[in-house]
């Protein structure tokens, strides 16, 4: 029995029917194409299927679809693309934050959701808000220093418009 | 070799805007019209007849198309095993069982649905009845005797090596002391975070096959896959799409791989297959596995005199691509890094009912290096010396290079001198030992581990492996001057397509932006022989260098002909080819390739197009080395091992892209570190994978690994024109022993010499209090 639901998909506004049991992940893999969310494990420990759920970050293999319902989803694909990479996308192609790029897309957003709520991490703080993310090819040294060097460029802006006296947005 | 300013830099990954952006697409992401699911039902049990298959309900199942059996595959040839062991015994192994499993997780039974809920909705329905069998699971039991895994051979003993090097007898019976001790290297699974899966996609009009997988080795899965399913080679088409990760576990040909083809051409239908997380612990390979037992003779200076090893290796069930081959690595590099020139090594391969081992990153030589690592700090122990002295005692000396080893290897060139008193430097080695000596005092548990590594790659000679071990690459340039490169590698994570494109930059003077470098597909590249045991710069790089210098030669041709010049008055530079002494004359390799598409004013003996396939056999392996330094502490009341500082020196010979090597460096030195103290895979006494699952097997994250301080000396070697190493597995080499080091040494203080991995709380706690008591206690903090 189809349910329907409505939820907004980087930016974009997508109403359908889905069947109860489907998973977050397999509805933006197989239903809407977005391939950039991977699975890599069937326990919700590996974190490459990492999406932000209203801003925050989630393991979409922990959601059905329809828990979704009239919310807002951002994948890798809505945090940047080619063109428009994002901070923390540039600073892991920076400081070579990924090897085979299995883990990548779901560490960018777990990364993304710990500089909104924590603009100047720690190292500790970074390899805290990591932890529901593994990464078996780089032993997370660069993937650390990308979020450090993400975490300074995202913060420049500011302390370039506050040492100009603009104001802040 | 010409270093650019190219050579040696610091480009960033051209590979990653796609990944770093998920517009990359691995197996899973491969969508074909009309793709049919497979799901396969598994042996729940180690070892037992199957006395009854009904697949009946799960065929009435909704939406299922088929569900397939041994009986259905008759025709199908077996999982495939290259090593040629003399005296090796090969087990039938068909991709659906036949009769009997010997592994719980062993395939049985495939279902091919419209959907991957429906096929595995009807795995459930199908009804296989077992007549258990004893589980063979204890090395030391499997070698001793029945129960079999395999009862046609009357043993579990797959093969035994024997090598003798020197005289061991003597060295033993003359030694002024002794020490031995019985190792353990525990089972682990690779884990690369993309579990394996393929699409296979049987087409029935032009008779062919396409078949898309997660490997390391697309070529010799064609082949093999043209056996096994009796396709003509020239109709299969074998495509390593983006591979997120193998460590070894995908240079391999699986059931799954030759039963979703089996299946696309009985339903000319595509089939895909991916794996869960949970079927790959019980189903892809596991690595390392052995008991090893250990025997050194030294003098009382701790001059060693002689070796004596004997391994057991945990083959399991059956034999896969190189299953046999990997202990017989353990076995050539049980010297290590150190002159000793009196070696016995005993190697017996073993049949276990569990999931077979294979390569895992390293592939026999973390074994080998653990062994005589960790013996060395038992002989330092034994005599009262600072580890570091034995090792300083024992290394090969740079003037010993070519070095001939005692089991009959060629040690290229080496500093291992070099590089192990710059990681004592680096590390602080001596202020180090005052500071143990300091927390001792008052009560601390530090411990200084130290692992002095050389392990064998850059596989390798044809001669020497089970399989080719050449390499090859072509340049083609392009009419509009770009350049296309195809490989034999199949990077998937090792960065290739930037480091040989900067060697094509480096060596044809192009922007590094017009170089595409193609692999992983057999219908696009020359045959290759795929990535795998650190052989993809050294062996398929040396292939490209030599396409790179035919390219050369024939533009300087063409040139030399356009410009109404002689060859010898003409050189490469700065991209252009020039008249010596008139760089106003000149053109580019994009107007010479140009030129050459357009076949007008060739030389008469030079045909059309600038295009150039070469090959490469390596005349041996290459030997990197390097010295790693681990500082630990360990907590008292919980046995919590904190990583304080982790100092690695690593040569690798020349070095194209420093970011992309310290890179594999650093994720190395992750595996190995996580042997000593996180991993292990464990079977019960009834052959019950126990752990299973992420939830269970402790891959680490971000907040239990440290930082790495890495430097490097730069040996070239001579065994190809670039003078580069391999540096995919030398981490984890490297990485093991010098943890485990580490914390024995900082559990001196209870009399400890020797503890099992992984060095888990629970274990280091129970060992600590094992020999604990109010004596040792007050000893440790006295």
Avoid at chain 2, 18 to 30: A, N
Avoid at chain 2, 535 to 545: E, F, I, N
Avoid at chain 2, 711 to 730: H, L, Q, S, W, Y
Wanted: aromatic letters at 6%.
């Amino acid at each position: 029995m189809k349910r329907s639901i409505s939820v907004t998909v980087n930016g974009a506004k997508w109403t359908g029917d889905v069947e109860p049991r489907t998973l977050l992940v397999y509805f933006l893999r197989d239903t809407l194409g977005l391939t950039g969310t991977h699975v890599g494990c069937d326990t919700s420990s590996c974190g490459a299927c990492t999406v932000l759920l209203d801003g925050q970050s989630v393991k979409s293999c922990t959601l059905l679809a329809v828990q979704a319902d009239g919310e807002s989803v951002t994948t890798i694909e809505g945090i940047g693309d080619a063109e428009h990479l994002h901070p923390v996308q540039t600073a892991f192609w920076e400081e070579h934050g990924l090897q085979c790029g299995y883990c990548t897309p779901g560490m960018i957003v777990s990364a993304c959701d710990l500089l909104q709520r924590n603009p100047d991490p720690s190292e500790a703080e970074i390899r805290e808000a990591l932890s529901g993310n593994l990464c078996r090819c780089t032993g997370y040294q660069n993937i650390v220093k990308a979020v450090q060097h993400a975490a300074a460029a995202m913060r420049a802006p500011k302390m370039e418009r506050e040492r100009v006296g603009a104001p802040a947005d | 070799m010409a270093f650019t300013s190219m050579m040696g830099a610091r480009v960033t990954r051209r590979e990653d805007p796609r990944l770093i952006t998920g517009r990359s697409t691995y197996v899973d992401d491969v969508k074909l019209v009309g793709t049919t699911y497979a799901a396969f039902v598994r042996s729940p049990f180690a070892h037992a007849k199957i006395t009854r298959i009904d697949v009946s309900a799960a065929k009435a199942s909704p939406g299922v198309l088929a569900a397939f059996t041994a009986d259905d595959m008759r025709n199908v040839g077996d999982v495939p095993t290259a090593p040629q062991i003399e005296g090796l015994k090969v087990p039938k192994h068909p991709p659906l069982a036949r009769g009997r499993v010997a592994y719980a997780g062993e395939p049985v039974v495939a279902v091919i649905a419209e959907t991957p809920a429906a096929a595995r909705d009807a795995a459930d329905l199908v009804e296989v009845e077992y007549e258990e069998l004893p589980a063979v699971v204890d090395l030391e039991r499997a070698v001793a005797g029945a129960p079999y895994v395999h009862d046609e051979f009357g043993t579990n003993i797959a093969f035994t090596m024997e090598i003798n090097g020197g005289d061991t007898e003597s060295a033993f019976k003359n030694a002024a002391v002794t020490v031995s001790e019985r190792l353990l290297n525990q089972r682990l699974a690779p884990v690369s975070i993309e579990p394996r899966g393929m699409v296979a996609h049987w087409e029935p009009g032009p008779q062919h096959l396409t078949l898309w997988s997660s490997t390391q080795i697309p070529h010799l899965l064609r082949t093999q896959m043209a056996v096994a399913l009796g396709i003509p080679e020239h109709r299969v088409r074998s495509i390593a799409p983006e591979v997120g990760g193998g460590f070894g576990s995908k240079l391999d040909v699986y059931a799954e791989e030759i039963v979703a083809a089996f299946a696309s051409r009985a339903l000319d239908r595509p089939v895909k297959y991916v794996e869960t997380r949970s079927e790959s612990f019980m189903a892809t390979v596991h690595g390392r596995d052995q008991i090893d037992l250990v025997e050194i003779a030294a003098d009382r200076d701790g001059r060693i005199s002689g070796l004596k090893v004997k391994i057991l290796a945990n083959l399991g069930a059956y034999h896969q691509l190189l299953t046999p081959a990997i202990p017989t690595l353990t076995a050539l590099m049980v010297p290590g890094a150190y002159d000793i020139k009196n070696v016995a090594v005993t190697l017996h391969g073993l049949f276990t009912t569990e999931v077979p081992t294979d390569a895992y990153r390293g592939a026999g030589r973390p074994e080998a290096t653990y062994l005589i690592e960790r013996a060395i700090d038992l002989l330092a122990a034994k005599l009262g010396m600072d580890p570091a002295e034995v090792r300083r005692r024992n290394l090969i000396k740079k003037e010993q290079f070519p070095y001939a080893s005692a089991v009959g290897l060629t040690y290229d060139t080496g500093d291992y001198h070099a590089a192990f008193e710059k990681a004592l430097q680096l590390a602080g080695y001596d202020a180090l030992r005052k500071e143990q000596e300091h927390g001792r005092s008052e009560g601390r548990l530090l411990g200084i581990g130290l692992s002095s590594y050389v392990e064998v790659c850059g596989m390798g000679p044809s001669s020497a492996l089970p399989a080719p071990g050449w390499g090859s690459a072509t340049v083609r340039m392009e009419p509009t001057g770009r350049v296309t490169v195809m490989t034999g590698a199949s990077p998937h994570g090792q960065g290739e397509e930037t480091t040989f494109a900067q060697m094509v930059s480096d060596r044809l003077g192009v922007p590094i932006d017009d170089v595409v470098v193609l692999h992983g597909d057999s219908a696009i590249v020359q045959y290759g022989i795929g990535t795998f045991g650190s052989r993809s710069t050294a062996v398929d790089g040396a292939a490209l260098y030599r396409a790179l210098d035919t390219v050369r030669e024939k533009a300087m041709k063409i040139a030399a002909h356009q410009m109404e010049a002689n060859v010898g008055d003409l050189e490469f530079k700065n991209g252009k080819i020039a008249v010596k002494g008139n760089p106003e004359k000149a053109m580019s390799i994009g107007e010479v390739a140009f030129a050459a598409f357009r076949g007008l004013n060739l030389p008469p003996d030079v045909e059309p197009g600038l295009e150039a396939t070469r090959r490469f056999e390596p005349p041996n392996f290459v030997y990197p080395f390097g010295t790693h330094v681990c500082v630990v502490e360990i907590e008292r009341a919980t046995g919590a091992v904190k990583v304080l500082k982790y100092v690695a020196v690593d040569d690798c010979g020349n070095i194209i892209n420093p970011m992309i090597v310290e890179g594999q460096i650093h994720g190395g030195i992750a595996q190995g570190l996580s042997q000593a103290l996180y991993e292990e895979i464990v079977y019960d006494e009834n052959g019950q994978l126990t752990n299973g699952s992420l939830l269970q097997y402790a891959v680490p994250h971000a907040g239990q690994l440290p930082m790495y301080e890495l430097d490097r000396t730069v040996t070239p070697t001579d065994v190809n024109p670039m003078g580069i190493k391999g540096v995919g597995e030398a981490g984890t080499i490297g990485a093991t022993p010098a943890v485990v080091n580490a914390v024995v040494d900082a559990l001196a203080p209870f009399g400890i010499v020797n503890m099992d991995m992984p060095c888990k709380p629970e274990r280091v706690w129970r060992v600590m209090s094992g020999h604990d008591g109010e004596t040792n206690e007050k000893a440790a903090k006295s």
